[in-house]
């Protein structure tokens, strides 16, 4: 099992930017965020691979960066020019698969309890 433990959300204005952090336990080869408006299912928003394989929602291409440290034990989301859209609870998840090259069809075996980002 691995746990992860997001933190960094909150409220911030249209516009603004905010970072989200998460510290990971165990190995994992992928890793990234998926998130979940109110009344939506839960979406991808990042992904990383352990060889730096790095793939965006369409949604959030050129505002939002995945990174990870070099130890793999904490991943970022840093989000740039936030919209009432972005607004969900964000989830940092993990997977020792390779799912995460697949694409879309990825869903990750490991989730964290998730931090509400609300943008207004």
């Known amino acids: 099992h691995v746990q992860l433990v997001e933190s960094g959300g909150g409220s911030v204005q249209a516009g603004g930017s905010q970072r989200l952090s998460c510290s990971l336990d165990g190995y994992t080869y992928c890793m990234g965020w998926f998130r979940q408006a109110p009344g939506k299912p839960r979406d991808g928003v990042a992904t990383?691979?352990?060889?730096?394989?790095?793939r965006y929602a369409e949604s959030v291409k050129g505002r939002f960066t995945i990174s990870k440290d070099n130890a793999e034990t904490t991943l970022y989301l840093q989000m740039n020019s936030l919209q009432p859209e972005d607004t969900a609870m964000y989830y940092c998840v993990a997977d020792r698969g390779r799912g995460c090259l697949n694409g879309d069809s990825w869903w990750p075996v490991f989730w964290g309890q998730g931090t509400q980002v609300t943008v207004s």
């Open positions: 990383i691979s352990s060889d730096g394989d790095i």
